[in-house]
């Protein structure tokens, strides 16, 4: 979904909704386009939407700096922005979903922002990130003689930043080419200006000997034998024998299936003692991106949680937790979680009360990570109570799905209740008269879909376990921090007794209780106190209604 003005309405698409967030005035065409996998068949449709708002005469002036990747297909290159006029502070929505002053760690590609200041002025501006020319090594091959060491390789190279610097696996050689050497399979890496590598194998046969040919290769999953290679052979002098480097007892194959990821040389000698080699790479079969979900604050745990649905597969053995440790978009490793494990993470080092954070997870192997997912981020919400008594309150925005709305939410002493909805391009709020009673507040954002924990990707959700996300809670009496506010009216208590799990105040809801390999080990119909026994100690994950508790039964 794209808007021809996004300082005119910028389009959220959630789900399967479509929703818009009014900037400024005038009229913006909104493009639709659905694309049916895997006939790759899109059609278009457009709106026409006028945005009713009084004039502002405002100006903002957008540069930045572009600092472009080192190297051909680099992640490492960042956009810092400068903003001139209007009135801070400002507020940024980049394409990516960033909501920062910059965007970093980013590959080549265009990029647009949204920037908003105090008063509610617009500039709208796209930069472009480059890359340097891919480093190319092209070869020449000089062919021995049958059985002799006279043959050649010469490389060059183009693309990439000089000066190249060269380097040939198992040989101390450090220039551009290898003189007098035989029949066989040699591997150059090419090094430039900018450390940025290529490496290329080249197979030099024997002068008349047979032709190998490259056919089909297969990738295999990890530590599995699922892979496979055919060639074909032509030319030399009959007979021809075959040698394939792993094993003597296919050695006439030259179809090769069951085969673990790897290198494989074949090695074919006619009848003239001519050699000819050729290397084949069998590769892994890649683990997918992991998604997350959503990452919140939780009420009950009183720690900021990361939340994904995972895939169903046997390929991935844990994931791996990534928190942003800086404004520059680096990441560091916090922790792991095994596969059969609820995929709920709890992080209890973050200093949720002082700052939002980002964070990212891949899934891992004992062959590989994947690429990181999508960067999501929280919502930590402040406040300063008025010497009037007029509650100020300011946020940050989400980051990992759209929205178009928040709801806000009062904390008395009875629990929460709902105060207004504000857009999405809304981070500030005066409660000009608080409630009598009143202790705090929250921002919450409804998901469209609701994530299910318990289930795999894809699977049907129900129970229902998140379809929220919610902020720190901005609490304006220091001396209160309840133990939960009961987060859409549900005030249930969760904890461990005797081998047993004690629910109550559940107010008719459902209750599950899953291990943490996500096992369904008990579940109760319209409970408002209950008394589960469990048989083994460990970490329980309890669902009431819409409610997720963790609970340590000793």
């Known amino acids: 979904v794209k808007s021809s003005d996004n300082r005119v309405v910028y389009p959220a698409l959630m789900g399967n909704k479509l929703g818009f967030i009014q900037y400024g005035t005038g009229t913006a065409e909104i493009t639709v386009t659905a694309t049916v996998e895997p006939l790759s068949r899109s059609r278009s449709f457009t709106l026409s939407i006028n945005a009713e708002n009084q004039p502002q005469d405002c100006e903002l002036t957008l540069s930045a700096k572009i600092t472009n990747p080192k190297c051909r297909g680099g992640e490492d290159g960042k956009i810092e922005l400068t903003v001139s006029g209007g009135t801070e502070p400002y507020y940024y929505k980049w394409s990516t979903g960033r909501t920062s002053d910059g965007l ?48 050649k390789i010469e490389v060059s190279v183009s693309g990439g930043n000089a000066p190249y610097s060269y380097s040939w696996k198992n040989i101390t050689e450090t220039a551009s080419s290898l003189e007098n050497i035989s029949a066989g399979s040699y591997e150059v890496t090419v090094t430039d200006g900018n450390s940025c590598k290529q490496t290329k194998t080249i197979s030099l046969a024997d002068q008349g000997a047979a032709t190998i040919a490259q056919k089909t290769i297969n990738p295999s999953k990890c530590n599995e034998a699922t892979g496979s290679v055919e060639v074909s052979v032509s030319g030399g002098t009959a007979p ?13 194959n030259l179809y090769r299936p069951k085969l673990y990821a790897g290198e494989y040389n074949l090695r074919v000698v006619d009848s003239k003692n001519c050699t000819s080699i050729l290397s084949v790479q069998v590769p892994l079969i890649p ?30 053995d844990q994931y791996y937790i990534y928190r942003e440790i800086d404004s520059l978009g680096n990441y560091d490793k916090i922790d792991s979680l095994n596969y059969s494990e609820i995929s709920v993470y709890v992080d209890e080092t973050a200093q949720h009360k002082k700052q939002a954070y980002r964070y990212e997870i891949s899934a891992m192997n004992s062959c590989m990570e994947s690429p990181v997912s999508k960067e999501f981020k929280t919502i930590n919400l402040q ?42 391009n809304k981070f500030k709020y005066t409660d000009e008269q608080p409630k009598e009673g009143t202790i705090g507040y929250y921002i919450l954002i409804h998901l469209s879909e609701k994530i299910d924990v318990s289930q795999l990707l894809k699977a049907q959700n129900e129970p229902s376990a998140y379809d929220y996300i919610i902020s720190t809670i901005a609490y304006i009496r220091n001396d209160i921090e309840k133990e939960s ?9 969760v904890y461990s007794k005797d081998k047993s799990i004690i629910i109550s105040n559940a107010v008719g809801n459902n209750v599950f209780v899953f291990d943490v390999e996500g096992k369904l080990v008990a579940q109760r119909q319209n409970v408002d106190s209950a008394e589960i026994p469990v048989q083994t100690a460990g ?16």
Not at 389 to 414: D, F, K, M, P
Not at 485 to 493: F, H, K, R, T
Not at 539 to 554: A, S
Request: net charge negative; aromatic share 10%; with cysteine.
């Open 104 to 151: 970093y760690n980013v590959g080549a590609g265009s990029y647009s922002v949204l920037v908003m200041d105090e008063s509610g002025c617009t500039a709208e501006q796209s930069f472009e990130v480059s890359e340097p020319v891919a480093l190319e090594i092209s070869e020449t091959l000089t062919p021995s003689t049958c059985g002799g060491s006279n043959g």
């Open 240 to 252: 021809l024998n075959y040698e394939w480097s792993d094993s003597a007892s296919v050695a006439n």
């Open 287 to 316: 683990l997918r991106q992991p998604k997350l979900a959503l990452v919140s604050y939780d009420d009950t745990l009183k720690h900021n949680i990361v939340v994904w649905q995972k895939e169903n597969t046997d390929d991935i």
């Open 383 to 424: 406040r300063k109570v008025e010497d009037d008594g007029a509650v100020q309150l300011w946020w940050n925005a989400y980051e990992g799905c759209e929205y178009v709305s928040y709801s806000l939410y009062r904390v008395t002493e009875n629990g929460s209740e709902f105060m207004l909805n504000l857009p999405a």
């Open 485 to 493: 506010i009961g987060i859409l009216s549900c005030n249930a208590v």
């Open 539 to 554: 970490v329980y994950v309890v669902i009431v209604g819409k409610n997720v508790f963790k609970v340590f039964v000793e």
